[in-house]
């Protein structure tokens, strides 16, 4: 009995042959023999210090975005994030470095958005009017 058989293990039945069997296909065509060349892009493994990093700027970032009211936590840890994404972008784990970067560019923004409302707010309780000076 061939390797591939789909049998089954109480009755001993063969469903690759019978009503169960699959029709040939007319369009099929066998597949090409595989290669054993080394293929450069797909065969190379990336560092792991990449992958780690990919990593850690997805946490850094995830981490940046709920500080983003503590504008001193919140820009740091987001220019900690797009280093290591940048870094990252070399490894495996592409998308976590990628998402990593995202996360912390939006609480750079967020946090810089922040920091000029309070300074602004701030320029308006001094000079005592609203609309400014």
């Given at each position: 009995?061939?390797?591939?058989?789909?049998?089954?293990?109480?009755?001993?039945?063969?469903?690759?042959?019978?009503?169960?069997?699959?029709?040939?296909?007319?369009?099929?065509?066998?597949?090409p023999?595989?290669?054993?060349?080394?293929?450069?892009?797909?065969d190379?493994?990336?560092?792991?210090?990449?992958?780690?990093?990919?990593?850690?700027?997805l946490?850094?970032?995830?981490?940046?975005?709920?500080?983003?009211?503590?504008?001193?936590?919140?820009?740091?840890?987001?220019?900690?994030?797009?280093?290591?994404?940048?870094?990252?972008?070399?490894?495996?784990?592409?998308?976590?470095?990628?998402?990593?970067?995202?996360?912390?560019?939006?609480?750079?923004?967020?946090?810089?958005?922040?920091?000029?409302?309070?300074?602004?707010?701030?320029?308006?309780?001094?000079?005592?009017s609203?609309?400014?000076?």
């Amino acid at each position: 009995m061939p390797v591939d058989a789909n049998v089954c293990s109480r009755c001993g039945y063969n469903f690759n042959t019978g009503p169960f069997a699959a029709p040939p296909s007319p369009y099929a065509s066998p597949r090409p023999p595989q290669s054993n060349y080394a293929r450069p892009d797909y065969d190379a493994e990336p560092s792991s210090a990449a992958d780690a990093l990919g990593i850690a700027s997805l946490i850094v970032g995830i981490l940046a975005m709920p500080t983003v009211c503590l504008w001193c936590i919140a820009i740091p840890a987001g220019i900690l994030a797009l280093i290591f994404g940048a870094i990252g972008l070399k490894g495996r784990n592409r998308a976590l470095a990628i998402s990593g970067m995202i996360c912390g560019g939006i609480a750079i923004l967020f946090a810089l958005a922040i920091l000029i409302g309070i300074l602004v707010l701030r320029g308006q309780a001094r000079s005592g009017s609203p609309f400014g000076p």
